[in-house]
């Protein structure tokens, strides 16, 4: 078995390679003296992947809403009742998540490794569905629908995406509507399944106090073998560059109104450790405009504009990106007109060169406390790995980075024409 | 890196002026971190100027009189993490605050991270900006309006509402009804001075627990327990209203409440899902025998994917997409809920109180009961992996006045019997109904 290593010894880890006949790859990354261990197995399929070709068929599928994530209920459904109970028995904790452009099937454990990750591996490859789960299924994702239609974060996020995109499928709730959930069967669903859990199409990640090598044993002798096939033709409709439109807003049960805002990015063909790059500046710079240490964000939090709810993010996907911030606030519309003075101001005078070289350093730091959780390493892997890297990379783009490119990143950016608010009023 | 380092265990390394000082060494982690609590008992007096306390405190120090001067110093410390607040365990209100970093080893010059980190923390808790003698009137009234709002924003997370609310409706006659944060309408009569005054008091009487975790060199730590011994200076010794019954667990009369009836409680919002939280009474402490049995009760109710209320509100029925338990330790009491439609309320209260009958009955499957305790001894030893988690454990066992290790979790918990944990059944009373549920619903 060819297994390859990589050792990052700056920061006392190691990355464990191993790639199966499949074309499925693997890594574990050892944790020591860890008592949790933590395996993933993920497609690269998620709820944006709603028109698609089949590999050999000439036609476009056109698929349900909500349906990668319906399909993810019923995978824990086996032949002989749900698998959920087999994990139940050994104690460990299974679970799964559904995001815009991959699936994520794992579970914890601290003991019996090898039989749950054989669990693992059997309910993810072997599909059992019925009409009748499908039908009952309805019932509790309509439900995890009606709690999601409640959440006012989640609400004002998904709201902002509809502002920057007209388009993208990326603006469509994960879940579905209860309306789109309705036209599933199972018919569609194994189209699905048999479509995008292609061993090539997966990878699995496995992080905890392990060997490699019978991990990787057990992945060489119970992945499946499958043909090599051709590539999904995954279809994306047109896109506009501009954002759809720079307000939105809703009327929930709060108490202070919520928002979201933030611009839309254009990052076309930008993929592997250039997506990376890309990540890694938007997040300092989005730092050194509003974070914890800026003026902007003191100003605003002594005038009570905002509190310590206000956060801020950027996500890059291999055809959409953005940057997003926000929190509480009783005057959502002076924030944004504060973040945008003072965005034209940096544009203006220029970024502080003092300001980045702190920033980078803290960065680096808090990017070096998520290795303390197995949990935090898995989402963190898996997240940027269907973009081409590995989330080693960062170490090599925090070292190079350097104040022109920051530059270069913000003039691109932060464009004013690309500002969308998104606001969740009391109702 | 040595694998030296042995489970993680803690150790009490100092006491003095009521101020207990342990050490949890542990080389696994790339951070380490300390966590200084200050422990009062729960009660309306105090409660929101408790909140107010550290919510001022964070504005600023003397060396770092604003926020921003905070965060910047928190950045050069390789953006090292600082929080503090309120929080309540049981009928306990304790002010919490913490600091985490990036453990020497990792940083470029070997720096005296922790050094600076516990001055930091220290000087933000003894040393806060004055005016007139006071807080700053500034921070004051900014923090007011925050607290304001934080309480206010209570509802807009319904799930986590829809618990908290249903225990504080059952205990709406105790110090545990009350919110951790406080009072909207207490906050008109806080200023700077009255808060300030409050504030000498927690640093002068209230019992202290400071927890280092992590990879701390024992010079370190050594001047770290050297300052701590400045923290109250002008103390007559008698170290708060928990002085005389210092950490002995919960009192009797927090326990031990009975229930005549049933009460239903309903209130109602502009949402589109109803949200349904039984509230009980356990009547069964922390520090008895009978606690490691309702662990074991509580998994088999609705502790996992394996529980009687999963199983059956959600896959059986398909009634919700989460239906759970939990338990508060310190106070006795058991919560469960699930989110429902509106319409199916009924339907669902039935199916829950079916299988709290269940267990009483005595029908508990073989799959039930050892899914149940093997899920538990997973989730302890999961703990280990948090340093965090590993505090909130200890702190937990000193309120408790317990002191069981991780692994005694365990082995208590996997030494219960089925009859034990119906025995524990048959002293389960439900106290109260709550209902979140739309404007419309008649």
Redesign the interface.
Known sequence: MDIKTVKYD???ETLYIYEHKSGLKAFLIP??????KYATFATHYGSINNEFIVPGEDNVTRVPDGIAHFLEHKLFEQKDG?V??K????????NAYTGFSQTVYLF????KFSENFQLLLDFVQNPYITEESVE?????????I??Y?????WRSFFNLLGAFYKNHPVKIDIAGTIESISKINREILYKCYNTFYHPSNMVICVVGDLEPESVFEQIEKNIKYAEPREEIKRIFPEEIQSLNKDYVEQ??????P?FQMGFKDDTKGLSGPESLKREVAVKILLEMIM?????L??EL??Q?LI???FEFDYTIEENYAFSMFGG?S?DPFRVKEIISGKIEEFHKKGLDREDYE??R??????F??R????ENISHLFISVYFRGVNIFDYLDVYDKMNFEYINEIFSKHFNLNNLALSVVKP? | MSNLLQEETVSKIASFDGIDIYSIKTDKFKTSSVSIFFHTNLDRERVTKNAMIPAVLRRGCRRFPTFQEIALHLEELYGATFDCGVTKMGERHIIQFYIEFVSEMFTEEGSNQFDKAFDLLYEIITQPVLENEVFKDEYVKQEKDNLKRLIESRVNDKMLYAVEKCLEEVCKDEPYGIYDYGFVSDLKDINAKNLYEQYIAMLETYPVQVYIAGSASDKSVERAIEKLKKLRPKTDGTFGDLADKKLFGPSPESFNKSVNKVRNVVERFSVNQGKLSLGFRTNIRPDSKEYYALLVYNGILGGGVHSKLFQNVREKASLAYYAFSRLEKFKGLMVVSSGIEIANKDKALEIILQQIDEIKAGNITDYEFESTIKTIETSVKSLKDNQLQIVTHYLGQAIANTSDTFDDLISKTSRVTKQEVIDVAKKIQLDTIYFLTSKEQA
């Open positions: 700056k920061i006392g944790k020591k003296g860890y008592s949790k749900s959920m109970d994990f139940s028995k050994l104690g460990s904790n299974p914890s454990c601290t003991d009952k299924e309805k019932g509790i994702i309509g439900q995890e009606r709690m239609e409640d959440d006012p974060n009327s929930l049960a709060v108490s202070t919520l974070g914890k240490s800026s003026a964000y003191n939090y002594s009570g509190n310590n709810t509480e009783p702190r920033i350093k803290a960065v680096k730091g808090r070096l406390r290795f303390n959780s197995v109702a």
